[in-house]
């Protein structure tokens, strides 16, 4: 197993690790104690985890990047199916109109971070907050009718 260590320029520790079977690891300790483990197996499966003031949080893709689940700080875990996890899919790669506006204010969020506008941030934050809201209803109503209909 192959192990590099490096710094990069935000000062934090990077950690990359190579398996024999093609999995790379990838820790990287930030300068507050923060830590960020991303895994990629060798089919493009990927585990993202961030561990921060003891709190776990992360989401797991498949090899296509499709969400397949998410642990959330209270350490409970939405499997493949539940409503945060279709969200999530949605929000990335969806083409209704409340998913093209989610990744259209994802861009302006980082034009915005870019230029350090943070009252523009804060009212993008909460544009995004809306609108994830209103598609995790719609999700949950979709959902209602389904299991109305069998």
């Not at 959330?72 to 539940?82: E, L, M, R």
């Not at 523009?120 to 995004?128: C, E, F, Q, Y």
């Not at 999700?139 to 009718?145: T, V």
């Amino acid at each position: 197993m192959a192990v590099t260590t490096t710094t990069n320029k935000n000062g934090a520790t990077v950690k990359k690790r190579t398996k024999k079977d093609g999995t790379v690891i990838k820790k990287v300790t930030g300068k507050n104690g923060g830590v960020r483990k991303t895994t990629t197996k060798a089919n493009g499966a990927t585990t993202k985890t961030r561990t921060k003031d003891g709190n776990t949080t992360g989401r797991t893709t498949n090899k296509k990047g499709k969400v397949t689940s998410i642990t959330k700080k209270n350490g409970n875990t939405a499997k493949k199916g539940s409503v945060a996890v279709r969200l999530a899919n949605k929000a990335k790669s969806g083409k209704g109109a409340n998913a093209k506006k989610l990744q259209d204010l994802k861009a302006k969020k980082v034009a915005a971070r870019k230029s350090g506008d943070t009252a523009k941030l804060a009212s993008l934050r909460k544009k995004s907050t809306a609108t994830r809201q209103t598609m995790r209803k719609n999700i949950k109503s979709r959902q209602k009718a389904k299991s109305a209909e069998a």
